[in-house]
Structure formats: structure tokens, C-alpha cells
């Protein structure tokens, strides 16, 4: 089947730098993303992976490892607005996204 | 401003009453999404549209119906409710099935007692 594994839940220290990772077995890929979502709110788009490697979009990064099944996302000088919860999504063979359950990101003053 | 709408935001409704979620997007997007979001899952897909007269299951279209009349309207119903139903829904559209970013409609959190 498929799968996508990422952290249910993380807490960082505002200013810090936090990890999210995200691990995935689907049929084929066409692709990565992460979203954003605030409590209550629609998920925003934050970054695509295709390729294997780092991509630098301001104070968020995100990486991939197709080998691996692997990316994570890096977010830098965390703010208190940076609390919410970080969705992990693949594009399978067929182009259906496959959604994690999502990580919550707490930060801490 | 480029965007999708959903309405109604909430809705709380009693068991076997059809209901209508509407969703629009203005910006010229061929594929439209329609997702629930439960607790500690993911979301979950329930039916998706490439095009106008285009439409296809999900993962869980079970008790869900969709229509595309219009390139941009999507409208989900539920013929008859049930406490199962009980969620989150987002609409979501994007250019196309291809890997492009989605945009997401507010939500509309229902409640089915």
C-alpha cells in the first residue's frame, strides 16, 4: 500500500530551527510537497520537490531523497506565527496525492 | 483576488437530509478537488474533476456526489446524510492534475447528528 510516515506532533523554541521529516512507499512519484495549515484554516502551499536536493524558499527549506523515500523541511529563525501544522504530500504514478496525517508544530517563546 | 470559495463555512444538520456544499474558484483551474479532513488522518480525497462533464472517485466517495457543470463550480452533495459524515471538507483547485500547487477553499466544517 501506500504510505506517507511524518511526526504527529514537534515543539521548538521561538528563534531556533526545526526538522520536519517526512517518509514515503508509493506507487511511482511525480513529486513532493508541503503545505502549511493553521488550526481551523485551509492548507496554503509551501514548497515542491521533484528533483533530489535542497530547495531555499526565505527562512523554509525542503529536501528530497527519492532513494531514500525521504524529505524533510527545514524552517529557520522560527516565529510565533510559524505554529501550525505541516502537511507531507506525494504525487503517485497516477497523479493522486498521497497526504501524511500531518505534523503540529508548537513554538515556544 | 485569485481565489476559491465554499459555502456554507458551518453546517450542522440532522441525519438523511440532503444537503449541498457549493464551491467556486475564479481562476480558469481545469482540476477541482473535493477532500475530508478527520483527526489524526490525512486528507482523504473524495472525488476530483479534470474538466467540465469530468468527473472521478477518490478514496472515499462513499455517500458523496459531485457534478461540474461549469468549469468553475463543483458542488459536493450529500444525498442522505449520516453521523459518519461528520468532517472538514475542503474544495480545492488547481491548473491541472499535473503537479501543480492547489488552492484551497476555506473549508466547511459539518456536523451530522
Known amino acids: 500500500g501506500q504510505n506517507i510516515d511524518q511526526p504527529t506532533e514537534m515543539t521548538a523554541t521561538e528563534g531556533a530551527i526545526v526538522q520536519i521529516n517526512c517518509t514515503y512507499q508509493?506507487?511511482?512519484?511525480?513529486?513532493l510537497f508541503w503545505y502549511q495549515q493553521h488550526a481551523g484554516e485551509a492548507p496554503t502551499f509551501l514548497s515542491y520537490n521533484v528533483l533530489d536536493g535542497l530547495e531555499e524558499k526565505g527562512r523554509f527549506s525542503s529536501f528530497l531523497s527519492r532513494s531514500k523515500g525521504y524529505s524533510y523541511l527545514l524552517l529557520k529563525e522560527l516565529q510565533m506565527k510559524d505554529s501550525a501544522s505541516y502537511l507531507c504530500a506525494v504525487m503517485d504514478s497516477n497523479y493522486q496525492l498521497i497526504w501524511g496525517a500531518g505534523t503540529k508544530l508548537i513554538i515556544k517563546p | 483576488e485569485a481565489q476559491v470559495t465554499q459555502n456554507p463555512r458551518y453546517l450542522i444538520t440532522v441525519t438523511g437530509k440532503k444537503l449541498t456544499v457549493t464551491c467556486s474558484q475564479n481562476m480558469n483551474h481545469e482540476y477541482m478537488s473535493w477532500y475530508r479532513q478527520d483527526p489524526g488522518l490525512g486528507l482523504r480525497q473524495i472525488y476530483y474533476?479534470?474538466?467540465?462533464?469530468?468527473?472521478d472517485k477518490g478514496d472515499v466517495p462513499e455517500g458523496y456526489k459531485v457534478s461540474r457543470k461549469e468549469k468553475r463550480n463543483f458542488p459536493l452533495i450529500l444525498e442522505s446524510p449520516s453521523p459518519n459524515q461528520t468532517s472538514l471538507y475542503f474544495c480545492?483547485?488547481?491548473?491541472?492534475?499535473?503537479?501543480?500547487?492547489?488552492?484551497f477553499g476555506p473549508g466547511t466544517r459539518l456536523t451530522v447528528t
Open positions: 480545492a483547485s488547481s491548473f491541472s492534475r499535473e503537479p501543480y500547487e492547489q488552492y
Open positions: 508509493t506507487s511511482g512519484f511525480n513529486g
Open positions: 474533476s479534470m474538466n467540465v462533464e469530468v468527473t
